[in-house]
């Protein structure tokens, strides 16, 4: 597509006259032609359209491309506000696009044919670690990391102890089967052409020429101050013109300059307090206010002051002409000045300040640690050599070099230097769900949600409550604290308490029983991603937020939005009676209508690197369709089921294979029959695996070991034995009914397969592990194969019942 053409489609898609320039088209040029991007453009350049135009031209124009993007975002203000911007202009209103966050998680399962999310949304996606799912699902989110065009934005802002590692390493992984870009405004060009060359990427960049064109550029005037003490409130009113910003590193001490100020300020200033702990309401009606106050009409403000954390670096399409600033990385520090003076011929003033010290006397430069720390204390001494100087992108670029040229050069040969030891480990959190490990792949003082509740035992889902995102070294210090006055006492018991999931039986049917652990050391604070604080220890308000205070108040943590099914009604609780081959078939209906588009792009890409004939991924999924529930049709699985049908007034014949029961958890009867029924559900997804893998060998044509497609066949057996389990290796032994035989056979030939293969099935087998047979985290090729495959799975037998968990 030539130049010129690729104009024309961008000034359609987007409703302009053209692009700002080349950089806004090359992208989908490369992209489209199964290459993959790493793109610089200054702050307000268009980059997000630079990203979104490939996913919106292959719809279009029908080019063969992911039919999902996974826009991921370090920051869930950034999210929502690209959510947001996409939904109010209207251009694309026939999109299914959802916002995946910590605070707002309308795609738990990355359904949505566009997903905003955080990165730690999509990383721990990946590991098998979900932050959005119980580690009983842990395995559904990965294929859709894999089928996805994926745009990793503000590049930059990512950890380089945990996030960058880890995103750099999956990248790797899957290099040449799934599109990617990735977008900075800040990098330093020894960082732009490493990344390049470590992951085989195309440099898109800004020329002088194109740089002239962008309006945000065009005649502005943006001055530095180093003020070499602490941020006070009454600088801020000192320095105040109409419209001011303040942006303190921690919620802590924005909430002491919100309240400093509040006490100072006249009637005549409003004064506005924006971070990452106010409930979700709260936040989206600051955030909307925000936008008002201090977007391009000046004539809607009045007088204002908003105090603010790192939530303000990225996303939010404001200016003001006076901005205050505690130190932190350049990069950091550029991305808040990108808030002063935005907009075409305005001019500003930013003041930064330096930061308290900690109880060492030393640069309190939390949450920045280590090399941050290292680059905040070389930005605090660049400074003064900017004084009085105009910050345009240019000079912007000489102050980014000068900070972290040297440091990401450092930091890039200390990845390849750790790649192997970080590859293992991420290779251990997908293999045995070890949600430890989140802290040191996915950020390093990576954020643990709390929520505030008088009884945790109540809480029947803590993923449906709302709660707040705080660092885990908060939580630590937080807990320190407590100790240090004597807490736990009498008055108040427990400080801290974590889920802990039951073990309750295989099935997507049943709902995840949690236990409560309380917290007493400080390792118990990395055991989860979610935990509870007692309300006595807790205040929160709408114009503060979310506070540690005793004595607390009576606030209680309250409930998310009710999940929906696609039709907007309320999901259905329990399910009814199936055979084996009503089941199968709900299942491959459910596939082909919602879930084959999904892969197709991707399982092309994938069988050609791993040798397979076009088509043997979709042939694949439908056969692991077809036989994942054969454990179902052992005896004692029967028995039981069979027993529980007769128990609530509707028995069966013997030779009806039932794949699932009758069951109402809001029926009293059946709740009286689940408490008295003998022992639980035997499993069968492990054994079904075992009972199926030599009909598996026989149905891909008996392949020896070296051929790929035994490869695909351990991922269609892993995909099986760990379809209610994430982490199955061993299986208990079975008995297959007699029955069992003449329904798969029925089962296989609707699906066109041999209705002999059947006769492979292995009808007994004593426990054993079967470690061996299952895909390992270090075969690449198995792993992609086995997460689209397990996830095609999991989605259709959670369709088919009508659930959406």
């Known amino acids: 597509m030539s130049s010129q053409m690729m104009d024309e489609h961008f000034s359609a898609i987007f409703n302009v006259s053209s692009p700002y320039g080349r950089f806004q088209t090359e992208p989908a040029e490369h992209l489209l032609a199964g290459r993959n991007v790493i793109l610089q453009a200054p702050t307000g350049s268009g980059k997000t359209k630079a990203a979104l135009f490939p996913y919106l031209l292959a719809r279009r124009q029908a080019i063969d491309f992911p039919r999902k993007l996974l826009y991921c975002v370090p920051m869930r203000v950034l999210a929502r506000s690209f959510h947001a911007d996409l939904k109010d202009k209207g251009q694309h209103a026939d999109l299914d696009a959802r916002l995946q966050t910590g605070e707002q998680q309308d795609d738990r399962k990355l359904e949505g044919e566009i997903t905003f999310a955080t990165i730690d949304q999509a990383l721990s996606s990946f590991l098998n670690i979900p932050y959005s799912l119980s580690l009983r699902q842990g395995n559904v989110n990965a294929g859709a990391v894999v089928s996805s065009y994926l745009v990793f934005d503000e590049f930059h802002l990512l950890d380089p102890g945990s996030t960058l590692p880890t995103t750099l390493e999956m990248l790797r992984t899957l290099k040449g089967v799934t599109p990617f870009v990735l977008m900075t405004a800040t990098f330093s060009r020894k960082m732009l052409n490493r990344l390049a060359s470590l992951l085989d990427a195309e440099v898109v960049t800004v020329s002088d020429d194109e740089l002239k064109r962008i309006p945000t550029q065009k005649d502005k005037k943006r001055w530095f101050h180093r003020i070499d003490a602490p941020l006070p409130a009454e600088a801020v009113l000192q320095h105040h013109r109409t419209r001011s910003i303040a942006i303190?590193?921690?919620?802590?001490?924005?909430?002491?300059?919100?309240?400093?100020?509040?006490?100072?300020?006249?009637?005549?200033?409003?004064?506005?307090?924006?971070?990452?702990?106010?409930?979700?309401?709260?936040?989206?009606?600051?955030?909307?206010?925000?936008?008002?106050?201090?977007?391009?009409?000046?004539?809607?403000?009045?007088?204002?002051?908003?105090?603010?954390?790192?939530?303000?670096?990225?996303?939010?399409?404001?200016?003001?002409?006076?901005?205050?600033?505690?130190?932190?990385?350049?990069?950091?520090?550029?991305?808040?000045?990108?808030?002063?003076?935005?907009?075409?011929?305005?001019?500003?003033?930013?003041?930064?300040?330096?930061?308290?010290?900690?109880?060492?006397?030393?640069?309190?430069?939390?949450?920045?640690?280590?090399?941050?720390?290292?680059?905040?204390?070389?930005?605090?001494?660049?400074?003064?050599?900017?004084d009085g100087e105009n910050m345009d992108f240019v000079a912007e670029q000489r102050l980014v070099n000068l900070v972290h040229a040297e440091a990401d050069s450092r930091m890039l040969n200390g990845l390849e230097q750790a790649r192997y030891a970080h590859r293992k480990?991420?290779?251990?959190?997908?293999?045995?769900?070890?949600?430890?490990?989140?802290?040191?792949?996915?950020?390093?003082?990576?954020?643990?949600?709390?929520?505030?509740?008088?009884?945790?035992?109540?809480?029947?889902?803590?993923?449906?409550?709302?709660?707040?995102?705080?660092?885990?070294?908060?939580?630590?210090?937080?807990?320190?604290?407590?100790?240090?006055?004597?807490?736990?006492?009498?008055?108040?018991?427990?400080?801290?308490?974590?889920?802990?999931?039951?073990?309750?039986?295989?099935g997507e049917d049943r709902p995840t029983r949690y236990d409560w652990v309380v917290v007493g050391e400080h390792h118990g604070v990395n055991c989860s991603p979610v935990h509870v604080a007692n309300p006595l220890l807790v205040k929160y308000d709408s114009d503060v937020g979310f506070r540690f205070e005793a004595p607390g108040g009576n606030f209680q943590s309250p409930s998310r939005i009710k999940q929906t099914t696609e039709t907007g009604e309320e999901q259905r609780r329990g399910y009814s009676r199936e055979s084996y081959q009503e089941h199968i078939q709900k299942m491959l209906d459910v596939y082909q209508a919602r879930l084959s588009r999904e892969i197709t792009y991707t399982a092309a890409r994938l069988e050609q690197q791993m040798g397979l004939t076009a088509g043997s991924l979709e042939q694949a999924i439908r056969m692991v369709i077809a036989l994942h529930d054969v454990g179902k049709m052992d005896r004692r699985w029967q028995g039981w089921a069979h027993e529980w049908q007769r128990r609530i007034g509707v028995p069966l014949t013997g030779d009806y294979m039932l794949a699932h029961t009758d069951y109402n958890p809001d029926d009293p009867r059946h709740q009286t029959v689940q408490a008295e029924m003998p022992g639980s559900r035997p499993p069968h997804a492990a054994e079904g695996a075992v009972a199926v893998f030599r009909v598996l060998h026989q149905l891909l044509g008996a392949p020896e070991q070296d051929d790929p497609r035994f490869k695909l066949m351990k991922a269609l057996f892993t995909a099986i034995a760990r379809h209610h389990s994430p982490r199955a290796d061993t299986y208990k032994g079975f008995d297959l009914h007699q029955a069992a035989g003449p329904t798969l056979a029925h089962v296989l030939v609707c699906l066109d397969a041999s209705g002999q293969a059947n006769k492979a099935l292995v009808t007994n087998k004593p426990s054993q592990s079967i470690a061996s047979l299952l895909v390992q985290p270090d075969a690449r090729d198995e792993l992609l194969a086995y997460f689209l495959i397990v996830r095609a799975l999991r989605l259709a037998d959670q369709g088919a019942m009508g659930r959406k968990e």
């Open 425 to 506: 480990e991420m290779e251990k959190a997908i293999g045995q769900q070890e949600i430890g490990l989140a802290r040191n792949l996915i950020r390093n003082d990576d954020s643990v949600t709390v929520l505030v509740h008088p009884n945790p035992m109540d809480i029947e889902n803590p993923y449906n409550l709302e709660g707040f995102s705080l660092f885990f070294g908060t939580l630590h210090g937080q807990l320190k604290e407590w100790r240090e006055v004597g807490l736990p006492n009498k008055e108040i018991p427990w400080l801290l308490q974590y889920p802990q999931e039951k073990d309750s039986g295989e």
């Open 248 to 386: 303190c590193n921690t919620v802590e001490r924005a909430q002491d300059l919100f309240e400093g100020l509040s006490t100072q300020a006249g009637s005549d200033i409003q004064v506005i307090l924006l971070h990452s702990r106010f409930l979700r309401e709260h936040r989206r009606a600051k955030e909307d206010n925000v936008r008002r106050l201090f977007g391009k009409d000046k004539e809607k403000a009045g007088s204002v002051i908003l105090v603010a954390t790192q939530v303000l670096e990225v996303g939010l399409d404001i200016t003001c002409d006076v901005m205050h600033t505690e130190v932190a990385p350049a990069s950091a520090i550029l991305q808040r000045a990108g808030r002063c003076a935005r907009f075409e011929d305005e001019k500003g003033d930013v003041y930064v300040y330096h930061v308290p010290l900690n109880r060492k006397g030393e640069p309190n430069y939390a949450p920045y640690l280590g090399e941050q720390a290292t680059l905040s204390q070389k930005t605090w001494e660049a400074l003064p050599s900017f």
